[in-house]
């Protein structure tokens, strides 16, 4: 371990914290090489939907491999990434027409922003200001982190990240604030407001009220600024409806997809899009088409793994599990909440969130001290700064999600004081 020449992400190496080596994982379990298991709480880190290892998408990796394992996606196309566009066609907003692939949550993110401007210079309106909530996290590419909230993560970066304009964060009570910032900037002439609906994750696990979202949505609409969901983490089941979006009633004009895409298996994402952003790239100009690809992109085995995924929404009661997973988390939060180092304990469907003890900053020693509490008890759990939440795969049992829960109350036993 200490030999490795491996340079990881999010980590200070010169800390010589321990870096587990996992062997294989099923379910919501992983396995290390010296023979641990360990719960895995976050989903390794927001992606795993209904488990590791799931057999369905296993199987469909293996058949797609020795088929088909890659081919340029410009000019060209395939099966599975044809029925993967029906797919999410058919399971997604309808008015969100076209499917732009590409392989990660912050390109997906990239794509959506190139997508909105292309849109614009393509209409002959001069738009090109990005509207943002604070506190919000698009991805660590320098085009994302310009979306994003600026802190320590990127302040070697900032010379390079471009302008953009933030509004403050609907906490509760004080989301007209938030409303009102939107609606001034979209009056100037925004072109686009990027938001992740209802719960902003690597923020802090900060959650908002369905109204808002939806009145956020109604405001860029009356003034025609593009609304892009970036759904990346709330996607697929994760607040307890298939999207955030719904839980509003509305429909962006753009969404992105990605972790929970193939079951989080393989790295693959899609940028969903309304036929107004591709009719604006549509015609016989070749200066007018979207220039943007990756090598990878609709990479065959990855499109497989996704379509294996839809395939588990639609045959596995994945609805129901979700249920299941919100009612536990919601008892054993409950519990917790009268702890007097728990504060401001919060759900949405499958994710449940608190604070631990007074504000300190993301780099403050109290996350990896927990951190490695709850390594020694079997369970990953990776607080962002004194916030610590959970949110397992799908595939979690009860007596498992027990067993997180009594590490977590163990863990605030030893740090509350
Ligand atoms: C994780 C995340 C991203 C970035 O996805 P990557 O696959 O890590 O690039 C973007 N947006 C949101 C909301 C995320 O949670």
């Known amino acids: 371990m200490t030999h490795s020449s491996i340079w990881h992400p999010f980590t200070q190496h010169g800390l010589g914290e321990p870096i587990p080596k996992v062997t294989h994982a099923e379910g919501a379990v992983l396995h290390t090489e010296d023979g641990a298991r360990v719960i895995d709480a976050i989903s390794s880190w927001w992606v795993t939907t209904h488990g590791h290892a799931h057999p369905k998408i296993a199987a469909a990796i293996a058949r797609q491999a020795a088929r088909l394992d890659q081919i340029i996606f410009a000019g060209w196309t395939h099966e599975p990434a044809e029925e993967l566009a029906a797919g999410l066609r058919a399971m997604m907003p309808s008015s969100l027409t076209r499917v732009f692939f590409s392989d990660s949550g912050s390109t997906s993110v990239e794509v959506a922003l190139k997508m909105a401007l292309g849109h614009w210079l393509h209409r002959g309106e001069e738009r090109h200001r990005i509207v943002v909530l604070d506190n919000g996290y698009h991805g660590d590419t320098i ?49 686009a407001f990027i938001v992740e609906p209802l719960v902003l994750g ?149 994710i449940a969130a608190f604070d631990v003890g007074a504000a300190e900053g993301y780099l403050s020693d109290l996350a990896p001290r927990m951190l490695a509490m709850f390594r020694e008890r079997g369970v990953l759990l990776r607080p962002l700064g004194n916030t610590v939440y959970v949110m397992p795969p799908y595939c979690i049992g009860e007596e498992e999600l027990d067993m997180i829960y009594d590490a977590v109350s163990e863990v605030m036993d030893l740090v509350g004081s």
């Not at 010379?159 to 604030?177: E, H, K, M, R």
């Not at 609304?227 to 509003?248: N, S, Y």
């Not at 379509?307 to 045959?315: C, D, G, P, Q, V």
């Open 143 to 191: 085009g994302t982190m310009s979306v994003g909230a600026r802190g320590a993560f990127n302040r070697a970066y900032e010379p390079l990240l471009f302008d953009v304009t933030s509004i403050p964060f609907p906490y509760a009570g004080v989301g007209q604030a938030a409303i009102d910032a939107l609606e001034a900037a979209c009056r100037d002439g925004a072109a």
């Open 202 to 350: 690597a923020g802090g696990m900060l959650m908002y009220a369905a109204e808002t979202l939806a009145e956020m949505r109604r405001i860029c609409a009356v003034h025609g600024t593009l609304f892009i969901a970036d759904e990346v983490m709330t996607g697929w089941g994760r607040t307890g409806t298939l999207l955030a979006c719904e839980q509003a009633g509305i429909e962006p004009d753009i969404l992105c997809l990605s972790k929970g895409l193939t079951g989080g298996a393989l790295p693959l994402a899609v940028t969903m899009a309304s036929e107004p952003l591709y009719a604006a790239h549509y015609g016989t100009d070749r200066g007018q088409m979207f220039f943007h690809s990756s090598s990878y992109t609709a990479n065959p085995v990855a499109c497989a793994a996704a379509n294996a995924n839809l395939t588990i929404w639609r045959e596995e009661p994945v609805e129901q599990r979700i249920a299941n997973l919100a009612q536990w988390q919601a008892k054993r939060l409950g519990k917790l909440a009268s702890h007097h180092s728990v504060r401001d304990p919060r759900q949405l469907g499958t």
